[in-house]
């Protein structure tokens, strides 16, 4: 997905190329979107169902992994366009670093 947003953004692409290039980057954004759906179907299945009091959270946990995997992505692309090692070389300290210090964590 990086790759794609990346090829997009040259200032040599024509309109065709653009349009062709958001059209593969909305086809992976589906597929993205249709394994978060399924994650919570798995999520959902082996869970308890919640208390009545159980206070509701403004987004799937899905969503959250999701989102977490993409900033991981873009870690990991950014670091190998700078010729720096790649965030898995470390075994993913790096990453989880990189998430710990943009954590809301008081």
Known sequence: MISAEDEVRGDSLDAVKVADGKRVI?????GRVRHTE???EVIS?????P???APLHT????SVIDRTSVSVLRL???RLAKGSSSVFDDGGQDSWD???SRSLRA
Do not use: V
């Open 26 to 30: 909305d086809q992976l954004n589906m």
């Open 38 to 40: 399924r994650l919570d």
């Open 45 to 49: 299945g082996a869970c308890p169902s």
């Open 51 to 53: 208390a009545a009091a």
């Open 59 to 62: 987004e799937p946990l899905s």
């Open 76 to 78: 990991h692309h950014t």
């Open 98 to 100: 990189f998430l710990e």
